[in-house]
């Protein structure tokens, strides 16, 4: 293994156990605390208390007024948040979600891999990094920067 791919796999295994929450109302002199006690408006929706679960809570970036600022939770255990992940179906049809954290060469070859299944015009499913599209898998490329099918 390279020195790159090591710490590749740092990132991942340090984003392993981390959501991002969307929608939450956010201010330009929020605090941490705040950030954190947000979650209670988010445990009545999902019906988690994920004060109780989580290591730490904050905002990414800075705040824009015209921008809702996602927030990120790092959880003690993996089976916690892929239990607040699951129970995320509850948000549908409102203005809150939750996703997964995923490092950055990951979401460029998600994005390009919906934006690949959106053009299909059939249904399709993303796992992680691969889409399946009619039994067939595809991945994303990042040498070529192109979607290929796999070939397994």
Partial sequence: MTRLESGQEKVISDLANNLLFFGLPDSKSETWKESEEAFSFCSDKLGVALAVNTDRAHRLGSFNEDKIRPIIAQFFRFKDKEYVL??????????????????????????????????????????????????????????SKTVVQSKK
């Fill in 86 to 143: 699951t129970s995320g179906i509850k948000l549908k049809d409102t203005e809150f979600s939750v996703c997964e954290d995923f490092s950055r060469p990951l979401c460029v070859a998600r994005k390009k891999l919906l934006e690949f299944g959106k053009a299909q015009s059939l249904k399709y499913k993303l796992r992680h990094d691969k889409l399946f599209i009619d039994g067939h898998c595809y991945l994303y490329d990042v040498v």
